[in-house]
């Protein structure tokens, strides 16, 4: 009887385990559905959410692994308003439950590639911009796996737009604010965009 139980019991946790599997979205899915959200219902985005939104950031590609993204988190709403809260699309700010700052460290003190036992030096970091973009685009695919909604809006190489961001952020003179993703629970669901186009593919040769 007790080894009648527990395989009914191992039975159970698998039948379990295959439904949370088959309930989770799947990676290509994530990819495939997701679009831009520009609406939110002002509902706040738990710190745990937040966490593994940034922890799925980090772990984005990175030339040289020199990791040069750096992240200001804003959750509280009055400064979102203040810091994000004009012009004509300021709404998807307001109503987000927080916005994250995508920036890139332009410099850094390292040692020189395949070289461990040089002393740090200050070096550019010459794929910032590639780096970071891995990592806004890593956020925005973590946003829509938890069920939440987020939207790429522009900040390098805008500097009209970067400048006052910095300033107001407190953001050093070397780091350079690439985007600003508002992050929330939507108040939209729009069909993603079908952008496949075998036209634009060349095999083998252009």
Not at 93 to 102: L, Q, R
Request: glycine content about 8%; some cysteine.
């Amino acid at each position: 009887m007790k080894r009648i139980a527990l395989f009914i019991a191992m039975a159970a946790a698998l039948v379990s385990g295959c439904k949370a599997q088959e309930s989770a979205p799947g990676a290509l899915d994530v990819i495939m559905t997701r679009t831009s959200i520009r609406n939110f219902t002002g509902e706040p985005v738990s710190q745990e959410q937040l966490e593994t939104i940034l922890k799925a950031g980090m772990a984005a590609p990175t030339a040289m692994n020199s990791q040069p993204w750096r992240f200001v988190v804003v959750t509280d709403q009055e400064k979102i308003a203040s810091v994000f809260g004009q012009g004509p699309r300021s709404g998807m700010f307001t109503t987000a439950g927080a916005v994250i700052v995508v920036c890139g460290e332009s410099t850094s003190m390292r040692k020189p590639f395949g070289q461990p036992d040089a002393p740090e030096v200050e070096m550019e970091n010459m794929f910032w911009f590639e780096d970071c973009s891995a990592a806004a685009e890593n956020i925005l695919l973590a946003a829509h796996a938890l069920g939440l909604g987020a939207v790429w809006t522009a900040g390098y190489p805008g500097m009209q737009r970067v400048a006052p961001i910095a300033a107001t952020l407190g953001i050093p003179e070397k780091v350079i604010p690439l985007c600003v993703i508002p992050v929330g629970v939507p108040a939209e669901s729009p069909a993603p965009k079908d952008k496949w186009k075998p036209e634009y593919i060349h095999w083998n040769q252009w």
